[in-house]
């Protein structure tokens, strides 16, 4: 079962990485930028027998490591749905 | 408007910091992991009047600087939707 995890700074977190690049791409041309902060993205194949038991399985893998739950916030998501969503953006 | 990009390594790219990652899960009892790659989020909020004139703007801002071409892939999603359809999969 794939899952896709997003793990950001949280809100009141200086994020110094995007503050950069968004430096670089205002320097670049583009001043139609208004904001913009860089997180990672965590693509999580776990053997598991529904969407919801691989989510339970990889908030624990976030909790005990892919997150800084005092730096970081963290979203789980399930990967069919997100990638079905992104194609029909594109209509 | 607010997009989202991912940014990833290519398929046949070796994922130095996935590998660690899952090696370091792995020992913390998840054995259940079957595949980890760790890529980039970026949060963008551009100054445009629809989805489709943030997500061309967006990605002139990936082929010049948020991505390299030859080691990564990226995709842009609307925040919008994607809110939604994570919310939608918690039911």
Redo the contacts between chains.
């Keep these: 079962m794939k899952v896709r995890v997003?793990?950001?700074l949280r809100p009141g977190i200086m994020d110094v990485q995007?503050a950069a690049?968004q430096r670089?791409?205002v320097g670049?041309g583009?001043g139609?930028?208004?904001?913009?902060?860089?997180?990672?993205?965590?693509?999580?194949?776990?053997?598991?027998s529904s969407?919801p038991a691989a989510r339970v399985?990889v908030d624990?893998?976030c909790k005990?490591?892919?997150a800084n739950p005092v730096l970081e916030d963290y979203?789980i998501?399930?990967v069919e749905?997100?990638s079905l969503?992104?194609t029909?953006?594109l209509r």
Tied chains: 1, 2.
């Design positions: 997003l793990v950001r995007g690049v670089a791409l670049l583009f139609d930028l208004r904001d913009l902060r860089v997180g990672k993205v965590i693509d999580v194949d776990v053997d598991a969407v399985r624990e893998m005990k490591l892919l979203t998501e399930p749905a997100s969503e992104a029909s953006a």
